[in-house]
């Protein structure tokens, strides 16, 4: 399971942000072992306008688990990635690209094989980062059907005048809890 969990580290990158804008108001500063972020209601982002980070969220969580759970082919999934990615990001993943795709269909093949699949996402609450002006960041826990559950952290910014992905990562634990604290 090592591949999946840097999977998306590996298609969408690590980058430094620029933009600004969350439905919520609330900043992360900085990030200890302890993180506890507040739960969002992602069915409330559904009814949101589709330009926005949580819509993003939704729609590139979607895509991750058809990709994980070989709903879609290696290769579809990666054009859907580039279609939420930033000018930065694309250039990176371009220059990737066989790479990038051979790793899709590796981790699918290995999720697959073990029988287990990509079962439901939680997310926290849109958060702008206090330490890059405009960062928008959304945590984010992949709960398996076997039980197992990996940690994001997805940062996103407007490019354009639409929101794209700048980074979506691997993260250390952290925990979601309905009306948790932000530190």
Same mark, same amino acid.
């Given at each position: *399971?090592?591949? *999946?969990r840097?999977?998306?580290?590996?298609?969408?990158?690590?980058?430094?942000?620029?933009?600004?804008?969350?439905?919520?108001?609330?900043?992360?500063g900085?990030?200890?072992?302890?993180?506890?972020? /507040?739960?969002?209601?992602?069915? #409330?982002?559904?009814?949101?306008?589709?330009?926005?980070?949580?819509?993003?969220?939704?729609?590139?969580?979607?895509?991750?688990?058809? $990709? *994980?759970?070989?709903?879609l082919?290696?290769?579809d999934?990666?054009?859907?990635? @580039?279609?939420?990615?930033?000018?930065?990001?694309?250039?990176? $993943?371009?220059?990737?690209?066989?790479?990038?795709?051979?790793?899709?269909?590796?981790?699918?093949?290995? %999720?697959?094989?073990?029988?287990?699949?990509?079962?439901?996402?939680?997310?926290?609450?849109?958060?702008?980062?206090?330490?890059? /002006?405009? @960062?928008?960041?959304?945590?984010?826990?992949?709960?398996?059907?076997?039980?197992?559950?990996?940690y994001?952290?997805?940062?996103?910014?407007?490019?354009?005048?639409?929101?794209k %992905?700048?980074?979506?990562? #691997?993260?250390?634990?952290?925990?979601?809890?309905?009306?948790g604290?932000?530190?």
């Amino acid at each position: *399971m090592k591949k *999946m969990r840097i999977l998306f580290y590996i298609c969408i990158g690590s980058f430094i942000l620029y933009g600004s804008g969350c439905t919520s108001n609330k900043v992360l500063g900085e990030i200890d072992a302890a993180l506890q972020l /507040e739960l969002a209601d992602h069915k #409330v982002w559904e009814s949101l306008d589709e330009n926005t980070p949580e819509q993003l969220a939704l729609k590139s969580s979607s895509v991750y688990k058809e $990709m *994980m759970n070989g709903e879609l082919t290696p290769e579809d999934s990666f054009e859907k990635m @580039r279609e939420m990615a930033t000018e930065q990001t694309l250039q990176s $993943m371009s220059e990737q690209e066989l790479s990038l795709i051979n790793s899709i269909r590796v981790t699918s093949e290995q %999720i697959q094989g073990e029988n287990d699949a990509v079962e439901s996402f939680d997310y926290s609450i849109c958060i702008e980062d206090s330490e890059y /002006e405009g @960062r928008v960041t959304i945590y984010r826990i992949q709960n398996m059907k076997s039980g197992k559950q990996y940690y994001f952290k997805q940062d996103f910014i407007e490019e354009n005048g639409t929101w794209k %992905i700048y980074g979506d990562n #691997v993260e250390n634990p952290f925990s979601l809890k309905k009306g948790g604290i932000v530190k």
